[in-house]
């Protein structure tokens, strides 16, 4: 660990970026940041059982976690399975077959979280915030707590942290209702939910799923979510609490880029946390630093975290219109898997339904682009819950004065 360390801070040392010949900025400012990658590498903690198991006893899926936990490995995946189930819901094939099950669900969920826009819908955006909101009430200290389903097993949903998330709770809940029996827990259904979501947003990342999380109806400790008014030294905190450190934490409110907020402003109910809501892209981190149009509405937790020092460095990484999408869904499918098991203990005997996920859908058109640019001005306010429903506008507003 040591020696990466001495090597980082050597390659930092050798590039004082205000001394740069103008034409080497890039190439000096991605040295750095490889130099950062190293160092930031070797500082990554490990959770769970992983901790404390030797590298003999790890199972297949154990090594790739605790890989992708140590920034070794990605955790993305490409890998699908296009066959029919191989039974019904509740047939004894399907019951037989670990992923049948999530397979159907994945496909019940797929239909929730894509909008006839190609956007993905509230549920969607709600689904992933639900996975994080389960998963993050948990710290190294914490001896219960974290991806356990307790989120919408106990009465959490009842702490205002939650707000916004109503929806997606009682749609959750009937999907629990329906394949509990088949052995789906709550745990592993809303992390299931957060990933299947994840990619149903066009450009979104098609992050690795394992299963396998247990249950805990007791609520979670109080006081664990972050507030959109905290200044960046209290999220470092709190999220380093979690063995989330600073450039993960970048990575992960990018998720913003998809967000209509309900509950910071009630008078602008269902203004975007960017231009382009329900899309994976990485509109989100320039125009946080940048004036976007007026309806974009900004959180002060994000702008805090945009100009901090140690973290500004990560937002503009993640900003860069050639290579920040795809840096962005890598680290933030790496930051999800590990925020997606915390407080799971039982990590090395997860297994994986990854192939039962849709497909990634790479590139995308937004055909109703000239009515959401003036709803993005401020016009149309009766369009907030069609923008939240991924609903495709063309068609229903045609030009000025059609209301
Ligand atoms: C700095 C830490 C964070 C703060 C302060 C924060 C705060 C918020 C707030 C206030 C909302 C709006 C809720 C509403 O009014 O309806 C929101 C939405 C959202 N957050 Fe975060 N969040 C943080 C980190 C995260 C992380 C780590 C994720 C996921 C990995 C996430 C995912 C989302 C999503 C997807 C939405 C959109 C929900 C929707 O459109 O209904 N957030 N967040």
Redesign the pocket.
């Known amino acids: 660990m040591k020696t990466l360390s001495y090597l980082s801070h050597a390659l930092l040392a050798c590039i004082p970026l205000s001394n740069a010949h103008p034409g080497m900025g890039e190439q000096m400012l991605e040295m750095r940041r490889e130099a950062n990658r190293i160092e930031r590498r070797s500082s990554k903690e490990l959770i769970g059982d992983l901790k404390t198991l030797a590298d003999s006893k790890l199972t297949a899926i154990g090594k790739d976690i605790k890989a992708i936990l140590l920034d070794q490995k990605n955790a993305e995946s490409s890998t699908i399975d296009t066959s029919i189930p191989v039974g019904g819901i509740g047939s004894a094939a399907c019951k037989a077959d670990l992923c049948c099950h999530w397979k159907w669900l994945s496909y019940e969920m797929t239909a929730k979280f894509n909008g006839t826009s190609g956007r993905c819908s509230?549920f969607a955006?709600?689904a992933?915030?639900l996975g994080?909101h389960d998963a993050a009430v948990w710290t190294k200290d914490s001896s219960y707590g974290g991806a356990d389903g307790s989120i919408l097993l106990s009465d959490e949903m009842s702490r205002a942290d939650n707000?916004?998330l109503a929806a997606i709770a009682d749609q959750t809940n009937k999907w629990y209702k329906k394949y509990n029996q088949y052995g789906l827990s709550m745990a592993d259904i809303i992390q299931f939910g957060a990933n299947v979501a994840t990619v149903v947003c066009p450009l979104g990342p098609r992050v690795r799923s394992f299963v396998g999380r247990k249950d805990n109806s007791k609520a979670g400790p109080t006081g664990l979510l972050?507030?959109?008014k905290?200044s960046a030294s209290v999220?470092l905190k709190l999220f380093q609490a979690k063995t989330i450190d600073p450039h993960d934490l970048v990575a992960?409110?990018g998720?913003?880029t998809?967000?209509?907020?309900?509950?910071?402003n009630t008078a602008r109910d269902g203004d975007p946390q960017d231009t382009t809501p329900g899309v994976w892209d990485v509109a989100f981190y320039p125009q946080t630093i940048n004036n976007p149009p007026p309806r974009v509405l900004k959180?002060q937790?994000d702008i805090n975290?945009s100009k901090d020092s140690r973290t500004s460095s990560a937002w503009t990484e993640f900003s860069d219109r050639n290579t920040g999408q795809q840096k962005w869904n890598q680290d933030y499918a790496k930051a999800?898997t590990r925020?997606s098991l915390l407080g799971v203990n039982n990590i090395n005997d997860l297994k994986e339904c990854t192939q039962v996920m849709p497909v990634q859908r790479n590139s995308f058109t937004s055909e109703d682009q000239v009515v959401l640019d003036r709803w993005l001005q401020g016009e149309f306010d009766q369009l907030n819950n069609m923008v939240d429903d991924a609903i495709q506008l063309t068609g229903v507003v045609t030009g000025p004065g059609k209301e």
């Open positions: 509230k955006r709600q992933v915030r994080f707000n916004g972050p507030g959109e905290d999220l992960l409110v998720a913003h998809t967000s209509q907020q309900h509950f910071v959180f937790s975290l999800y925020l």
